[in-house]
Nanobody
C-alpha cells in the first residue's frame, strides 16, 4: 500500500485547510485510516481516524469540533477537513492505515503503512 498525503500549506489562525490521503496498491475495505501529526520537537500524536467500511470516526480532544474526517471509498481517498485552525495545529500531518485492528487505535504503532507527510503551518 502506498499513501500520498497532500493539501498542507500556510494559513492564518481561524482559517481552513483540507488534507487528502490517496491510497494505492492493495487496499482493503475494512482498513482503518488515520491522521497523525508531529510538531517540531514533539512526538507524533493521533488526530483522527475512520473505519473505511463502517464509517465510524474518532477524534483527539484537541481537534474535536474543528476537524472532520471523511472518506470516498470509490476514490480510495480519506479527507481531513480542518476548520478554525490554531497556531498549535502547526505540524507535519501524516496519514496511515491500520489493517489489523478491529477498532480505531490511537497509538501510531498500530498503523502499518504511512504516507510521506504534508506540512500545515498556522500563523497567528
Amino acid at each position: 500500500v502506498q499513501l500520498q498525503a497532500s493539501g498542507g500549506g500556510l494559513v492564518q489562525a481561524g482559517g481552513s485547510l483540507r488534507l487528502s490521503c490517496v491510497a494505492s496498491g492493495r487496499t482493503f475495505s475494512g482498513d482503518i485510516m488515520g491522521w497523525f501529526r508531529q510538531a517540531p520537537g514533539k512526538e507524533r500524536e493521533f488526530v483522527s481516524a475512520i473505519n473505511l467500511k463502517r464509517g465510524n470516526t474518532y477524534y483527539a480532544d484537541s481537534v474535536k469540533g474543528r476537524f472532520t474526517i471523511s472518506r470516498d471509498n470509490a476514490k480510495n481517498t480519506v479527507y481531513l477537513q480542518m476548520n478554525n485552525l490554531k497556531p498549535e495545529d502547526t505540524a507535519v500531518y501524516y496519514c496511515a492505515t491500520d489493517r489489523r485492528s478491529f477498532s480505531i487505535a490511537t497509538n501510531p504503532s498500530a498503523y502499518d503503512f504511512w504516507g510521506q507527510g504534508t506540512l500545515v503551518t498556522v500563523s497567528s
